[in-house]
């Protein structure tokens, strides 16, 4: 599974005038679907997911250390399995890293191995001090892009429960940026890309995708809404 945080290749953005997290760090998830999610959350660098059911119309806070890097996702219904978000089982992530370079966090929506739901995370009460949107700013998907045909995936009943990008569908080095086309310079965005890209403007739709979707700010406290 590709994690889409490159925070070496953002070691020159800075500028954000804002206290440094004190203590522990919280992410506060929110349910605003139709019906109750299944929430996954796993740190970068472990295997095994903590898995919650957050009821519709509810939320759930979770205490982090100061330091956590990792994601979060969700698929609908409170029951049965919640396999980790990848390319076999797609689903819209919101990525983490607190204390990232300059004890800055950095943070982004990914649709890197596809998606499933929409999605909006924000900090709380960052300290905002740029026009610039990429500076504690509110990255947000409000509603999924269109998925091709050969792209989605069924569950019961043949309803569509995610759609993977074109690395997970194809798997080609040209799609997935590997191989020789393993630097920003030799993978660039294709037509599927494109689309995600234009439906969804903030979140990561390749690989290499960083400056127009990772953001950066210094808050305490990370709200991740899905289906806002």
């Known amino acids: 599974m590709y994690t889409s945080l490159k925070f070496l290749s953002l070691a020159a953005l800075a500028g954000i005038a804002a206290a440094a997290p004190s203590g522990g760090a919280q992410i506060i998830v929110k349910n605003q679907c139709d019906t109750d999610i299944h929430v996954g959350q796993l740190k970068n660098g472990e295997s095994q997911a903590n898995n919650q059911v957050i009821a519709q119309g509810s939320q759930k806070t979770y205490d982090l250390p100061a330091d956590w890097q990792g994601r979060f996702w969700s698929r609908e219904g ?23 370079h300059a004890g800055y966090d950095y943070y982004d929506l990914s649709f890197v191995d596809g998606f499933n739901l929409p999605i909006k995370m924000s900090p709380i009460n960052g300290n905002k001090d740029s026009d610039d949107k990429y500076r504690c700013g509110a990255p947000a998907c409000g509603t999924v892009p269109s998925c091709p ?47 995600v890209k234009e439906a969804c403007p903030d979140a990561y739709s390749y690989a290499y995708d960083d400056t127009t979707s990772t953001y950066m700010c210094k808050a305490d406290t990370y709200e991740i809404v899905f289906c806002p």
């Open 149 to 195: 045909e050969e792209m989605k995936v069924l569950g019961d009943g043949g309803k569509v429960i995610g759609c993977k990008s074109a690395c997970s569908a194809f798997g080609t080095d040209e799609m997935c940026c590997a191989g020789a086309h393993n630097t920003p310079d030799t993978c660039g965005p294709n037509e599927y890309s494109k689309a």
């Open 78 to 100: 409170g029951g049965g399995d919640n396999p980790i978000a990848g390319a076999a089982d797609p689903a819209s992530l919101a990525e983490i890293t607190f204390k990232g």
